[in-house]
T-cell receptor, first 113, second 112 residues
Framework: GDSVTQMEGPVTLSEEAFLTINCTYT??????LFWYVQYPGEGLQLLLK?????DKGSNKGFEATYRKETTSFHLEKGSVQVSDSAVYFC????????????FGTGTRLKVLA | EAGVAQSPRYKIIEKRQSVAFWCNPI?????LYWYQQILGQGPKLLIQ????????DSQLPKDRFSAERLKGVDSTLKIQPAKLEDSAVYLC??????????FGPGTRLTVL
């Protein structure tokens, strides 16, 4: 079945460092891909999405490109801030049938001042 | 625009007791989802409704979990009886299109 694999956390960075969180997927069709962020004690917030190959999603300085050839959707940010500390989830939405989400296990990011 | 509302935010119960969670989706969103998020894991879909009909409940433990969405708006998720392994955050989400889901703040359940 469909699946999403994220890099293990936690990831600890200094403020203004470059961030990459790896995400790869397995899917039989052509899924949409998402990054969600979860701050402590809160629900998931959509960070960005891409619906087809070579699309780039971006928001709040974060970006990710849908790479069909490598089945990847890595999250990047050029300069992280302390306020970016959270758990980041990669997910896919199967575009055939129920469009249900399959989530990765999440990657915790901690940014130090 | 109001987001997805859930209540209660926290619940502590003894094993074998019953518990119910409530969700009010974003106005006009026909599709509603319940997820279970165990600590350190990603959310797992329990059940998906389209209006008041069930689309997918393949991962719902039907011997103890039940859910309904009367009138195609609010939804309740019930656990009876609860087990220790049901301790988790229960997330409700809704969507207008087949694409993007919007999540509520979740209900954190602790089973003692």
């Amino acid at each position: 079945g469909d699946s999403v694999t994220q890099m293990e956390g936690p990831v600890t960075l200094s403020e203004e460092a470059f961030l990459t969180i790896n995400c790869t997927y397995t899917a039989t069709g052509y899924p949409s891909l998402f990054w969600y962020v979860q701050y402590p004690g809160e629900g998931l917030q959509l960070l960005l999405k891409a619906t087809k190959a070579d699309d780039k999603g971006s928001n709040k300085g974060f970006e990710a490109t849908y790479r069909k050839e490598t089945t990847s959707f890595h999250l990047e940010k050029g300069s992280v801030q302390v306020s970016d500390s959270a758990v980041y989830f990669c997910a896919l939405s199967d575009q055939t049938g129920t469009y249900k989400y399959i989530f990765g296990t999440g990657t915790r990011l901690k940014v130090l001042a | 625009e109001a987001g997805v509302a859930q209540s209660p935010r926290y619940k502590i119960i003894e094993k074998r007791q019953s518990v119910a969670f409530w969700c009010n989706p974003i106005s006009g969103h026909a599709t509603l989802y319940w997820y279970q998020q165990i600590l350190g894991q990603g959310p797992k879909l329990l059940i998906q409704f389209q209006n008041n009909g069930v689309v997918d409940d393949s991962q719902l433990p039907k011997d103890r979990f039940s859910a309904e969405r009367l009138k195609g708006v609010d939804s309740t998720l019930k656990i009876q009886p609860a087990k220790l392994e049901d301790s988790a955050v229960y997330l409700c989400a809704s969507s207008l299109t087949a694409d993007t889901q919007y999540f509520g703040p979740g209900t954190r359940l602790t089973v003692l």
